[in-house]
């Protein structure tokens, strides 16, 4: 598998680190691969070798995140939806299939619901079904979600965090540790120095709260597969909130009635990309198969 590196400029000359992997051959299907929030493309890289057998991918750093540039400002759905226009053209991916975790499912949604031209389908993974700003208002949402505060931690410690509580997540193979670290950045002195600033975070966050999903849905005309993860032993705090996710995906699958919209569930954590690679893979390949062939 072989990987190329390229900028692109997005919207309002924003730089974004693009990485493309080429297909079995030049005539292969594209997928646009867009990472969740304070993560970056390499959330995929347990699942680019599977993808790349039969796709052109491109993954890249979102705005504010990693190799990508850092605006103070401009983080609202509509430049991210921007950016990932931007990167479809000056890739030539045609209109490929758009996959999206988390944040990253919210923009395909907006994307394939404003858009319909750009893309020949959309699989949104563990987001873009929950209407944030219905269960809480913004000071809660704050609150509650705002970025842990890890700049400065050593890396031996985080990964240390990791090993002792990957209880209900994948095994925490020296696969899967590479994956993590490469989602993190470090300071020469080997401390934690976040990708994404906390103050951007807050940003993407407050666009994340206002969003509605739903309304959304009713607009889609292209084929979309939305997979929600459900953890396969909740706790107590995670049952409120699978409750609310079974409550959401009702609602979405009633919005996008007569739409092409398929709701899936898959058993795992919230990062399907990485507990669940090989699967996950297959189900976009079978999803493929009924939107390009």
Do not use: C
């Amino acid at each position: 598998m072989r990987e190329n590196r390229t900028h692109v400029e997005g919207e309002g000359g924003v730089r974004l680190s693009v990485r493309l992997f080429d297909g079995p051959d030049p005539g292969a299907p594209g997928l646009l691969l867009h990472h969740g929030l304070a993560s970056s493309s390499h959330i995929w890289d347990l699942m680019l070798p599977r993808l790349a057998r039969r796709f052109r991918v491109v993954a890249y750093d979102a705005r504010g995140h990693r190799r990508s540039s850092k605006p103070s400002s401009g983080y609202g759905f509509d430049h991210v939806v921007a950016d990932a226009l931007a990167v479809i053209r000056a890739t030539r991916l045609g209109r490929p299939i758009f996959v999206g975790h988390s944040w990253g499912a919210m923009a395909g949604l907006d994307l394939v619901a404003r858009h319909p031209r750009s893309t020949a389908g959309a699989v949104l993974i563990d987001g873009g079904l929950v209407t944030m700003r219905r269960h809480m208002d913004w000071r809660t949402a704050k609150e509650r979600l705002a970025p842990p505060r890890i700049a400065g931690t050593p890396v031996e410690e985080f990964v240390a965090t990791l090993r002792g509580s990957s209880a209900g997540g994948p095994p925490l193979t020296p696969e899967l540790e590479r994956t993590i670290l490469t989602v993190i950045d470090s300071d020469r002195h080997g401390r934690i120095r976040p990708n994404l600033s906390y103050g951007n975070h807050l940003r993407i966050l407050r666009a994340i709260w206002e969003q509605d999903p739903i309304a959304l849905y009713p607009k889609v005309r292209v084929p979309v597969l939305a997979i929600a993860s459900r953890p396969v032993d909740p706790g107590s705090d995670e049952r409120e909130f699978l409750e609310a996710k079974r409550r959401a995906l009702g609602e979405a699958r009633r919005a996008a009635r007569g739409r092409p919209v398929t709701f899936a569930w898959m058993a795992g954590i919230h990062d399907l990309p990485l507990q669940h690679p090989g699967p996950l893979a297959r189900r976009i390949s079978r999803f493929a198969d009924g939107v390009v062939g």
